[in-house]
């Protein structure tokens, strides 16, 4: 497993996003933060910055600490809530099914604070797939 670039942790995680139930994307915050939402709640922000190319994924406190802990590229979340948002770039150990497991939890714990019906009515469009 390879190490990625920052525009390719984007393009993985952007490919990941597209592929779930109900995902919209757009730019609500700026021209340069493209924010990925699961029926209006946000799951993925896309800095496209050539800077600095990170991706923004919600994480449950003590896996975001592993991460920090073990990764150097990644951090507490730029953006929104540092204890449940963690940035993610370019570095040593960032690989392509990390982005991907990443991504899809961050969507499952958005998903899982939904209402029952709407819980429901996304897991059969997961099945489906």
């Known amino acids: 497993m390879s190490t990625l670039s ?3 942790l984007q393009r993985i995680a952007r490919q990941t ?3 779930l139930p109900e995902v919209t994307s757009g730019y609500p915050f700026t021209p ?13 922000i896309v ?4 800077d600095e ?3 923004t994924i919600k994480t449950e406190p003590e896996h975001a600490a592993a991460l920090i802990r073990e ?3 990644i951090e507490p979340g730029r953006y929104l809530d540092k204890h449940h948002w963690t940035s993610i770039g370019a570095g040593t150990g ?6 991907d497991d990443l991504v899809r939890g961050s969507y499952e714990l958005v998903v899982e604070q939904m209402s ?9 469009k997961l099945d489906e797939k």
């Open 6 to 8: 920052g525009q390719q």
């Open 17 to 19: 996003a597209d592929s």
């Open 32 to 44: 340069h933060l493209a924010v990925y939402k699961v029926a209006g709640h946000v799951f993925l």
């Open 47 to 50: 800095t496209e910055d050539p």
């Open 53 to 55: 190319q990170i991706i």
């Open 71 to 73: 990764h150097a590229s």
């Open 94 to 99: 960032i690989t392509a099914p990390l982005i």
């Open 116 to 124: 029952r019906s709407d819980i429901d009515r996304i897991h059969r």
